[in-house]
């Protein structure tokens, strides 16, 4: 049943790719050539670090299934990415875990719950960053900034910043399949988390209704805003900028 269901979302997400697809001009498509580096960033070290977070506790699954590498093809799943592509959230191939291989430091729950902060966490840690080196070329290469090739580069480094930045706060929804479901698990009590475990498909398509009509837009929107002008502004302060 749940096989169907997934399906069924897939083909909904393909449908509104293609729609995206359709309506894009030409300067829409140059927009999207600019924005596949920083797609490609922001997945392949989100899912790096699940992988690397869950080896550090113990786990032995993510290197043994090839996902403890920065190879952008061993963490890419094709809708998700297209979707962060094309539409702005998405996400990577999830990264196989065993909570029962874990050290003894953390509970298998909350084992979970900081190998799925791990994502999110490397990506606001790559927006600042990269905001750095954009702040950076501000104050000590704005000749170069104003040349063709600086301009293309500098607006990759902006694209980075926000998709890395949409990404991780998109992964901190707490619904299923995101990462901020298993982080809330960490601090429910036993018949939360059953409910939760019971009702999966059920925030599934909540996840999805939330998705397509916009609302997730609509949330993390306002969000990604404060999140990126507070860290430019402390940034550019520091680089006397501002």
Not at 55 to 69: I, S
Not at 201 to 221: C, D, E, P, R, S
Request: with cysteine; glycine share 8%.
């Amino acid at each position: 049943m749940f096989y169907a269901d997934k399906r069924f979302i897939y083909l909904l997400l393909i449908v509104v790719v293609l729609m995206n697809l359709m309506s894009m001009s030409e300067l829409g498509w140059l927009s999207l050539l600019l924005t596949l580096p920083g797609v490609l960033i922001a997945i392949t070290f989100h899912e790096f670090a699940h992988a690397y977070v869950a080896t550090k506790l113990g786990d032995d699954t993510p290197e043994a299934e090839g996902r403890l590498n920065l190879n952008p093809l061993s963490h890419i799943d094709p809708i998700g990415f297209a979707l962060l592509l094309f539409v702005g959230f998405g996400w990577g191939k999830p990264v196989s875990i065993n909570p029962r291989n874990f050290d003894r430091r953390y509970s298998q729950i909350t084992g979970e719950a900081i190998v799925a902060a791990a994502g999110p966490i490397m990506n606001f840690i790559l927006s600042i960053l990269f905001t750095i080196i954009y702040c950076a070329m501000l104050k000590f290469a704005m000749p170069f900034i104003m040349t063709e090739a600086g301009s293309v580069i500098i607006t990759i480094i902006q694209s980075v910043i926000v998709i890395n930045l949409g990404l991780g706060i998109f992964n901190l929804i707490p619904l299923p399949p995101l990462d901020g479901s298993k982080i809330l698990i960490n601090f429910l009590p036993y018949n939360g988390r059953q409910w939760l475990y019971d009702h999966e498909q059920i925030f599934y398509i909540v996840f999805l209704v939330i998705w397509i009509t916009g609302i997730a837009g609509k949330i993390i929107n306002p969000v990604l805003q404060v999140a990126y002008s507070g860290i430019y502004n402390v940034i550019a302060f520091v680089f006397g900028l501002l």
